[in-house]
Nanobody, 120 residues
Framework: QVQLEESGGGLVQAGGSLRLSCTASGRTFEKYAMGWLRQAPGKEREFVAGIRWSGSSTMYADSVKGRFTISRDNTENALYLQMNSLKPEDTGVYFC?????????????WGQGTQVTVSS
């Protein structure tokens, strides 16, 4: 079992920044690829960013490339998402999740989500 808990969401104006954090407990965190997904109202959950266990490989959705940066600290069992130049379309609930390293799809463990709201 892996327990994940997100924090850092909030309300920000367009062009602003937020940093999301995810702390993990339970099974060995550093063995998992990790990522962030988000869900906007009325839309399906979508992949935002992923990072492999070593941190050496990352992947981003086209919509966030150049604006978001994913990172991890395996010594702290922590995952981060630095979000800059935020847009109203970035609004949604952001989830931390374990991923399959091969295709970046969710592998079964999720946090409860943290709300990000970007005002225009």
């Amino acid at each position: 079992q892996v327990q994940l808990e997100e924090s850092g969401g909030g309300l920000v104006q367009a062009g602003g920044s937020l940093r999301l954090s995810c702390t993990a407990s339970g099974r060995t965190f550093e063995k998992y690829a990790m990522g962030w997904l988000r869900q906007a109202p009325g839309k399906e959950r979508e992949f935002v960013a992923g990072i492999r266990w070593s941190g050496s490989s990352t992947m981003y959705a086209d919509s966030v490339k150049g604006r978001f940066t994913i990172s991890r600290d395996n010594t702290e069992n922590a995952l981060y998402l630095q979000m800059n130049s935020l847009k109203p379309e970035d609004t949604g609930v952001y989830f931390c999740a374990t991923l399959f390293a091969g295709n970046w799809s969710p592998s079964g463990y999720w946090g409860q989500g943290t709300q990000v709201t970007v005002s225009s």
